[in-house]
């Protein structure tokens, strides 16, 4: 008798396990989703949550191996300073977890992430100067009940540079809300990455495919080196 998979769990279906994931790219090859929403004239740059937590770990708390998009965010940054707006965000939460709301049911590892502890601090190696602000957000999109969006407009910025990790939740969030928000958005190819390859690989394409355009770091140093200068000047940090 043929066993029913279960609704809640297709992924163990035998038929869909025996597929490869080049099924899976080649059905998004096949859909022609090649299309372009292309760039403005006004980009800003927002890290996602490249903080300690996240980059070096802490006995509570996994990190995952992020030292190249860590490298190639810095050059970028490097490039930028100076030229365009510059953002970070990090994931904190008071100690008694009221204002983790239902995501700290789902993924209860984020209750490592305490407000005022090193985790959440961002990597050293980004050196944050005292202009770029830093967005403190509960949930994974950094436009999620946050300042960020009336930055954006305050600081006239018509495209979003987006680096950071992980693609599968925070990047994919943010990335969503941006284009939804009526920002061309772009994602610094080596300067994203999750917890794992393939799971960036399967997100990363996916999001390419229908929310962003997927552009290497070599091009958007050349990108935000030649935008014409305009006078923008964030608001103080979120928290």
Known sequence: MHKHPNPCRPWD????????????????????YEHKMGRGERPGIIVVDFSIGFTHGT???????????ID?????LDAARGRVPIYFSTIAYAPNMRDAGLWAKKLSRIKSLQRGSE?????????????????????????????????????????????GCTTSSCVRATAIDSMQRGFKTLLAAEAINDITPLMHAVHLRDLG?????????????RYVREVPAWPWNSAAPAD
């Open 13 to 32: 279906d035998a038929g869909l396990r025996s597929r490869s994931l080049a099924d899976f790219f080649e059905f998004y090859d096949s859909r022609g």
């Open 59 to 69: 006995p509570d708390f996994e990190a995952g191996a992020y030292d190249q998009e």
């Open 72 to 76: 190639q965010t810095r050059r970028l």
């Open 119 to 163: 985790a959440v601090a961002i990597d050293e190696r980004l050196a944050v100067r005292e202009d770029e602000p830093v967005i403190v957000k509960k949930y994974p999109s950094v436009f999620f009940e946050t300042e960020f969006g009336r930055m954006l407009r305050n600081d006239e910025v018509d495209t979003l540079i987006i680096a």
């Open 209 to 221: 495919a229908r929310y962003a355009d997927i552009v290497t770091v070599e091009e958007l140093i």
